[in-house]
């Protein structure tokens, strides 16, 4: 890296071993890393002792956390001060990671920067249960969403009547605390209750738990069983495949 940069790095799903190489050697050179939440621990064996690490993640239950327009602008700052900068971020920069919006910040203040795409949860937590989002002969298609807001609430920009009646496999991305009104809105509009779903909390780590269920009985079985987020949520037909293809004890 060159003094005066940025990285959005993505960190991967949880499994340190995930981690790519471009990103683990970036945070070898960095001089400062903003980290999020979820990122594992472990993954910060990467940085040198010298290097600041700070703590920027978010959660929806706290305001004590800091705002995106501050992080924006602690990067913006540490790259003017000629460091080189890491924003290490859970998963993918560019999926549902708000990188986009700290990539346009970085833009406007001419502050060169790169991009390190990291696996998102999206496709390992399915994977390391025993779930292809996508299996030939069973489904060729595969939308991720956030579940961030209620199918009603009129700020979602999902078109949930659509995913209903469309992608063989959904995969729900932060919805754990709205699943039953999620999968209770899938219904309504048009799919069947007795869908195949599946919930994997800490998906590719030592903690993940899998609930498998339908559709129509997945939020009361995933509450029975005490799942926690982070959860990332599969309806379709691939999820008769783990019976199969459950690799991960």
């Known amino acids: ?20 190489l471009r990103a683990a050697e970036l945070l070898g050179e960095a001089d400062v890393v903003l980290v999020d939440r979820l990122v594992d621990p472990g993954i910060l064996k ?15 239950w706290t305001g004590t956390a800091p705002r995106q327009d501050e992080i924006n602008a ?11 900068v890491v924003r290490l971020k859970g998963g993918d920069p560019f999926v549902f990671g708000r990188g986009s919006e700290e990539a346009e910040a970085l833009v406007d203040a001419g502050v060169p920067f ?26 060729q298609d595969v939308c991720i969403v956030t579940g961030h807001l209620d ?14 009646t469309g992608p063989g496999t959904l995969v729900i991305l932060m919805g ?19 869908t195949p779903a ?23 079985d995933v509450a029975a069983a005490g799942l ?11 999820v008769r495949l783990r019976e199969k293809l459950e690799w991960f004890g």
Do not use: F
Request: hydrophobic fraction near 40%.
């Open 46 to 60: 990467h940085v040198r002792d010298d290097v600041e690490v700070v703590d920027v993640g978010k959660t929806s």
């Open 74 to 84: 602690q990067l913006v700052a540490h790259a003017q001060a000629g460091k080189r």
């Open 198 to 220: 599946a919930c994997i909390e800490r998906g590719t780590t030592p903690r993940q738990r899998v609930v498998v269920s339908t559709l129509e009985n997945l939020a009361a």
């Open 151 to 164: 199918p009603d609430d009129p700020a979602s920009r999902v078109r949930w009547q659509a995913l209903a």
């Open 176 to 194: 754990h605390d709205r699943l039953p009104l999620l999968t209770a809105g899938l219904i309504r509009y048009g799919r069947d209750a007795g």
């Open 228 to 238: 926690k987020a982070p959860v990332a949520t599969v309806v379709g037909e691939v």
């Open 1 to 20: 890296m060159k003094p005066g940069t940025v990285a959005l790095v993505g960190a991967g799903p949880g499994d340190p071993g995930l981690l790519t």
């Open 114 to 139: 790169e991009v390190v795409p990291g696996i998102s949860s999206a496709i390992a937590a399915p994977a390391y249960a025993g779930i292809p989002v996508t299996a030939r002969g069973v489904t």
